[in-house]
């Protein structure tokens, strides 16, 4: 149904990702597929709008149905292990068909997305949506992003159970992919507003979530939190081979089509570590030259060109440090001087908000060149839960309201 914008009420992302690419296997095409994703809603609204994404598809991609309806289970901010059980129950009273200039099935093309029709849903803040995907006849899974945390966790079911109460068991899984939902924008009140954190799979991990989770237990009510990563992505290269094309785009294909969103006024970009880490050499990998490595230079203008196309979209830009790296597989002394120059450069320079030392929040005051004991996930690259928690409480409150 369509509704009338209230003149007191505006458009803002509620919830949102990128779009990236799952990885190539032989079973790439489902059918007769239901995907149920629980969304944490941070505000009160009035209707809903949903974008589904084809950008990384190579094929269309036909949705049979599309529902949305509200969780039957509660949720708790300071349990942030969140466990919602298999059957993912939403009240089957409550639910809502998403429609597309009046239709309820939809054909995406190749490389495009597509907005469905405002969705008149009464929201409460602190509620917990489902939205429900059904895909009749095969489809290419391929248009994805593979995100994790505590408010991040989806389901899949066989058959079409989107008015289901709940999911049969027997037949249901969950999965940490989203599939084609890149986001949700609320009518809602404009003294809410959007908060993006891009990035590759460290932000595609748990520190959004963290931020999200901070702001319920500090009882900030006006801010949602909205991820654009995607595992492995760069700066400035990617991979044109199935080996490594799920590792993502670069930031030039990326940027623009993730980061124009409704109600945003503000950026965290936390990016470069890939750009850094992966070549080692076509003698050990024939996808991953050394003639990738970039300089700091060029790493550093890469950061730049991100800060003008924010800026000309009236973003406020605050970018992250990178994190400690010692003892990755691929360390080396080298890889340390370079991700510290950048570094160096992101702290000491002007021409964007600010810095966020993320480098100086999770590393080991002793030992800065590794993680602090208990922050590290074990593979010396990624953050551990305390060390997303970290990360999350190094922003700054100024823009958290």
């Known amino acids: 149904m369509n509704t009338t914008i209230n003149k007191n009420q505006t458009w803002c992302s509620m919830w949102g990702n990128a779009v990236s690419i799952a990885e190539h296997r032989p079973e790439s095409y489902a059918k007769d597929i239901t995907l149920r994703y629980p969304v944490y809603a941070p505000f009160d609204g009035t209707a809903l709008r949903f974008t589904f994404d084809n950008y990384c598809g190579s094929e269309p991609v036909s949705i049979t149905k599309a529902t949305v309806s509200i969780a039957d289970c509660d949720f708790n901010c300071d349990d942030i292990t ?3 059980n298999l059957s993912c129950p939403m009240q089957e009273s409550a639910t809502a068909q998403i429609t597309f200039s009046g239709n309820s099935s939809v054909t995406i ?5 597509i907005i469905s029709d405002d969705i008149f849903f009464q929201v409460q803040a602190g509620q917990t949506l489902c939205v429900n995907l059904y895909f009749a006849d095969f489809t290419l899974m391929q248009s994805a992003v593979l995100i994790t945390g505590p408010l991040s966790k989806g389901f899949f079911s066989l058959g079409d159970q989107t008015s289901a109460g709940r999911l049969p068991l027997d037949t249901s899984k969950t999965t940490n992919w989203f599939y084609f939902l890149s986001n949700i924008d609320i009518l809602t009140s404009p003294d809410n507003h959007a908060v993006i954190c891009y990035g590759d799979s460290i932000t595609a991990q748990a520190w959004p979530d963290e931020l999200m989770l901070r702001l319920l237990r500090e009882g900030k009510k006006h801010t949602s939190v909205i991820r654009r990563a995607a595992s492995g992505t760069r700066i400035l290269r990617q991979y044109d081979c199935i080996t490594y094309d799920s590792y993502g785009l670069k930031g030039s294909n990326r940027f623009s089509h993730e980061i124009p969103t409704s109600g945003a006024d503000t950026i965290i ?19 991953r030259p050394m003639s990738d ?10 950061l730049k060109w991100y800060v ?19 003892d990755w597989r691929t ?3 080298f890889r340390e001087e370079l991700k510290n120059q950048v570094n160096e450069w992101i702290r ?7 810095c966020i030392d993320f480098d100086l929040a999770v590393q080991d005051p002793d030992h800065p060149a590794a993680f602090k004991a208990g922050y590290d996930s074990g593979d010396h690259l990624h953050p551990s839960s ?3 928690k970290a990360m999350a409480d190094a922003v700054p409150k100024s823009f958290l309201y």
């Open 109 to 113: 093309a190749a490389h495009e997305r």
């Open 82 to 84: 969140r466990k919602i």
């Open 331 to 333: 360390y080396a002394p």
């Open 293 to 302: 490595l970039p300089t700091a230079e060029e790493l550093i203008d890469g």
């Open 308 to 326: 003008d196309q924010a800026h000309a979209l009236g973003l406020s830009v605050y970018i992250g440090t990178l994190l400690p790296i010692e």
């Open 348 to 354: 000491l320079t002007d021409g964007f908000e600010g």
């Open 386 to 388: 305390a060390g997303y």
């Open 269 to 287: 970009i936390q990016q470069g570590i890939n750009d850094i880490i992966h070549p080692v050499g076509c003698d050990i990998n024939p996808f």
